[in-house]
């Protein structure tokens, strides 16, 4: 007696074989999605990874020249919302209608940099003052609205002065690590944030250099 649940085997039931054609149907869809994949992949690390070699001794002695880094271009990236604020507005954080998944730059990151009016160049400094600081500097000490500032990573400083700037929205005022020979924002003034290409993550050459790029975060100091 047949049960009430049973139901009727294909064809090939019980064979422990599979049609020809869609064997191969079966390969050819797995390969295809493969290429697909690797495509992804492969679109993902080149828009968000670049690698680049630092030219120039303006970062020592925390970079040295000729040093291979890989950049990372996703770490400050910016989406547009275009209208979507109203639908998901917990992703615009600071209501200026785009979302920022990684974050903003942050004082004492090493960050590549473009500017429009040198193309074709790239430079590598050091992230000192963010938008609507006040920025100043005497004989090489830096003050940030009002406060001195410490950075025990840098051997030495120069004497140079910069009067009081406020920095503008959505600039960043940026320094190279060996202050007696870097052109940086003392020279050209703050950065703008599309100007940045993205974080220098990872020093992979020389070999003895290998690791995380380190974020010497400038101190205020105690009063």
Not at 63 to 68: H, L, N, R, S, Y
Not at 119 to 147: H, S, V
Not at 182 to 193: K, L
Request: glycine share 12%; net charge negative; proline share 7%.
């Amino acid at each position: 007696m047949q049960s009430e649940d049973a139901v009727s085997a294909s064809p090939l039931e019980g064979t422990g074989g599979s049609a020809p054609g869609t064997s191969r149907l079966k390969g050819f869809k797995g390969i295809v999605q493969t290429i697909a994949l690797a495509g992804v992949v492969f679109l993902l690390i080149t828009t968000s990874f670049q690698n680049f070699q630092v030219e120039g001794i303006s970062m020592t002695p925390n970079m040295q020249d000729g040093q291979f880094i890989i950049v990372n271009k996703a770490a400050y990236r910016r989406i547009d919302l275009s209208g979507w604020g109203d639908w998901v507005p917990f992703l615009d954080r600071n209501g200026d209608g785009s979302f920022t998944p990684f974050g903003s730059p942050k004082r004492g990151e090493v960050v590549v940099f473009s500017l429009d009016r040198q193309p074709g160049r790239n430079f590598i400094k050091r992230i000192i003052g963010l938008p609507g600081e006040t920025i100043e500097i005497r004989r090489g000490e830096i003050i940030i609205n009002g406060e001195p500032v410490t950075e025990r990573y840098l051997p030495l400083l120069d004497n140079r002065n910069i009067a009081p700037l406020v920095i503008p929205e959505d600039h960043y005022f940026v320094m190279g690590d060996a202050r007696v020979t870097s052109q940086d924002s003392r020279a050209f003034g703050p950065v703008r944030r599309d100007e940045i290409v993205g974080k220098a993550w990872v020093s992979y050459y020389p070999f003895g250099e290998f690791g995380v790029v380190d974020s010497n975060t400038p101190e205020f100091s105690e009063q």
